[in-house]
């Protein structure tokens, strides 16, 4: 018998090749009903696989359940953000105050009384990490608020479009500019003009793709052309931009340990 992770993974796996077999599946019937659009832009230099692929992918997918679990997300974030803060506050003003140290107590009305001793350290002065703690607690919070911030401006930006039918338009841009050998169509210096031809084969595409995962949306040239604009050309620029250069390892040299005169090691 398996342990509990094992049996999780199996089934992890089990799943996925289920899902694997499905995506297979739609890829042969959308290639059965579409073989004459897909030929078209196979001819315009956009890989016939790929763009099968991401069809079905797109066809599949229910982006309102993502959508979903990320405002949950969006909403866990907060709340926890916000909930650390009152209690760092909180926390702060007890962990500071001589009144929560017991100590006090017994010099004000125990056996210490009148025995003009010092007066108690607080949680605090008595132990630095106690600070270290609600200081932790703090930046915490605030970096909560911020992740939850991120999801709020990529669901405002994004949570209006299926991020699988930017990606498939961002993708065939990319194949557009390039020869089928992968050297980029653009000439040096040529400027790159962020826009998507091929769009009525692509919106007739798209349609037939969800009509026959069992889906009804019908998409249009003008949509894809505005779905481009808003998202897919932010899509493009991401990927337009260079990679930043890995910072160089330092190396640092350990000089050897001097040795003692040769007659002391025979």
Known sequence: MGTPSSRFEDEI?????????????????ILKKCER???????????????????????VSDASWELAQMRRSQAALKSLSERLR?????TESVVNSPLSVLRFWHNLTGAGMGRGLEGPKTLSEADPGVSFIVT????????????????????????????????LLARCWMFRIKAPDGACLLKKGQRVRLSMDCLDELANLLTDA???????????????????????RRVILQWLKPDPQPAKAEIVVTPLPKLPPIHMLR
């Open 13 to 29: 796996d089990k799943d996925y090749q289920e899902w694997q077999k499905k995506i297979k599946n739609l890829e042969k019937k």
């Open 37 to 59: 659009d897909l030929q078209r832009l196979a001819a315009a230099g956009i890989d016939r696989e790929t763009l099968l692929r991401l069809l079905a992918l797109a066809a």
């Open 86 to 90: 009152t209690m760092a506050h909180d």
């Open 136 to 167: 932790g607690m703090t930046a915490l919070a605030e970096k909560l608020k911020r992740e939850s911030e991120n999801f709020g401006l990529y669901l405002r930006r994004f949570g209006q479009a299926d991020t699988r039918v930017v990606l």
């Open 210 to 232: 969800f009509e026959v995962a069992g889906k009804t949306k019908v998409f249009s040239a003008d949509g894809l052309r505005m779905t481009f604009k808003r998202h897919a």
